[in-house]
């Protein structure tokens, strides 16, 4: 899963977003990359995101776990304006990336993520914990993907931060 946060104290919030899902039943966070301070993508906002990715087990259904989510980001304090044709800041984002190599297109959720081998501050960080983790719709591997978008990146638009550290 993807977690980025631009509005706030976006590290202490993804630690914590991430703290929550770790303590449901159902499941088992068990690894979680370093946070990346990223530019803002495909948006206009001064506020640069802090993006992670986590890997957990699960006994929900991609349907229930995009639920859960979507209550712990609402906890959380987002605020979906679903009347905005652009990106918005946001305390808090949770994006269901790849649900082990499941394909499947709903009306509310599309797996894999339909813009995940596009976005490097998806990438970056999913890479460091997940390299050999298929796009079950490319074929290539995480690392593979990540390298492809690497190449045409500036140093400046991501940077690997600690937990501990200011972005």
């Given at each position: 899963?993807?977690?980025?946060?631009?509005?706030?104290?976006?590290?202490?919030?993804?630690?914590?977003?991430?703290?929550?899902?770790?303590?449901?039943?159902?499941?088992?966070?068990?690894?979680l990359s370093s946070p990346y301070a990223t530019r803002p993508f495909a948006m206009?906002?001064?506020?640069?995101?802090?993006?992670?990715?986590?890997?957990?087990?699960?006994?929900?259904?991609?349907?229930?776990?995009?639920?859960?989510?979507?209550?712990?980001?609402?906890?959380?304090?987002?605020k979906r304006d679903q009347t905005s044709t652009t990106h918005q800041d946001r305390?808090?984002?949770?994006?269901?990336?790849?649900?082990?190599?499941?394909?499947?297109?709903?009306?509310?959720?599309?797996?894999?993520?339909?813009?995940?081998?596009?976005?490097?501050?998806?990438?970056?960080?999913?890479?460091?914990?997940?390299?050999?983790?298929?796009?079950?719709?490319?074929?290539?591997?995480?690392?593979?993907?990540?390298?492809?978008?690497?190449?045409?990146?500036?140093?400046?638009?991501?940077?690997?931060?600690?937990?501990?550290?200011?972005?």
């Amino acid at each position: 899963m993807g977690l980025g946060s631009n509005l706030g104290d976006s590290k202490k919030l993804l630690l914590r977003a991430w703290q929550t899902l770790a303590a449901h039943p159902c499941i088992s966070a068990d690894r979680l990359s370093s946070p990346y301070a990223t530019r803002p993508f495909a948006m206009e906002s001064t506020h640069w995101f802090v993006n992670a990715a986590g890997g957990m087990k699960t006994s929900l259904s991609p349907h229930e776990l995009l639920s859960l989510l979507l209550k712990i980001e609402k906890k959380f304090g987002r605020k979906r304006d679903q009347t905005s044709t652009t990106h918005q800041d946001r305390t808090l984002d949770l994006d269901l990336l790849l649900y082990d190599e499941r394909i499947m297109t709903t009306e509310d959720l599309i797996l894999p993520h339909p813009e995940m081998h596009k976005r490097l501050f998806v990438l970056g960080p999913l890479a460091e914990i997940a390299p050999a983790a298929v796009h079950p719709t490319t074929g290539k591997t995480v690392a593979e993907l990540r390298e492809v978008l690497a190449d045409g990146v500036k140093n400046d638009e991501m940077k690997r931060l600690k937990w501990s550290q200011k972005p």
